[in-house]
């Protein structure tokens, strides 16, 4: 469902990402972990176009984004969740998320998004400054997923999330899952998080992918040391 391939990004000068590549199936959880500064937001920004590679190549069920810019690729069925949410706060948790719908046509918030959230449907009317934090990162997940997404992309969910709303999101994450057969590919710190929600494991180091297992064959010592400092 989602296939990358050789992709080199850059800031300048400075190379960030020397050739990453990764393949997701439909229906499965990758957590990708690493140190800060390690690459997981550029890599989450070259598969959104919002930093375009300088070479490689992106795939969405058979879809080529390698060259299309971020809206077309939202169309094409690729959403974002963005490190710190950025959602908008100013505006209501009803108005951020129509900002999700743009691509669809569709006026109506539909009603699922609301069942995987019940508290976004009680405070429809609030402003999205005003929500606890947890709060937030349900609101700019349920904007996500508005756009009808095959592939939802997280960049660090949990940063700055109380540990029981943490494994409170791991099941919405899997639900999600299971009942639209969405592939989720998700940047982590907390191993605990990632152990409970993914259904692999990869580990970024400098740019490279230097580790890849599935969830059951996970040597928690060694994906721990790449995260120490
Ligand atoms: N806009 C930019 N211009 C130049 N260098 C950048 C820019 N953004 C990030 N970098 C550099 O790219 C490298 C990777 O950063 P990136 O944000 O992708 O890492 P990360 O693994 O997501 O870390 P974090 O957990 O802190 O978000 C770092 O060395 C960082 O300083």
């Given at each position: 469902m989602l296939d990358v391939t050789e992709l080199r990004t850059a800031y300048g000068e400075s190379e960030?990402?020397?050739g990453a590549g990764f393949s997701i199936p439909k229906g499965e959880i990758v957590a990708i972990m690493g140190r800060n500064g390690m690459g997981k937001t550029t890599l989450m920004k070259s598969l959104m176009g919002i930093?375009?590679?300088?070479s490689g190549r992106i795939m969405v069920d058979g879809l080529?984004?390698?060259?299309?810019p971020s809206h077309k690729r939202v169309a094409g069925g690729i959403a974002y969740v963005p490190q710190g949410r950025?959602?908008?706060?100013?505006?209501t948790v009803e108005e951020n998320i129509r900002t999700g719908l743009t691509v669809t046509g569709r006026r109506e918030i539909p009603e699922n998004l609301y069942e995987l959230f019940p508290v976004l449907k009680e405070m429809?009317?609030?402003?999205?400054?005003?929500?606890?934090g947890g709060q937030q990162q349900q609101l700019a997940i349920a904007r996500a997923l508005a756009s009808n997404p095959k592939v939802l992309l997280l960049d660090e969910p949990t940063e700055g999330i109380q540990p029981s709303i943490i494994r409170e999101m791991a099941r919405v994450l899997r639900r999600i899952r299971d009942e639209r057969g969405l592939t989720i590919f998700v940047s982590e710190q907390v191993l605990s998080f990632a152990l409970d929600v993914a259904d692999r494991i990869l580990v970024i180091e400098n740019g490279d992918i230097v580790h890849d297992a599935p969830r059951a064959s996970v040597d928690e010592e060694k994906v721990s040391r790449f995260l120490s400092i």
């Open positions: 960030i990402l020397h930093v375009p590679p300088k080529d984004m390698t060259q299309m950025m959602i908008f706060s100013a505006m429809r009317h609030r402003r999205g400054g005003n929500l606890s």
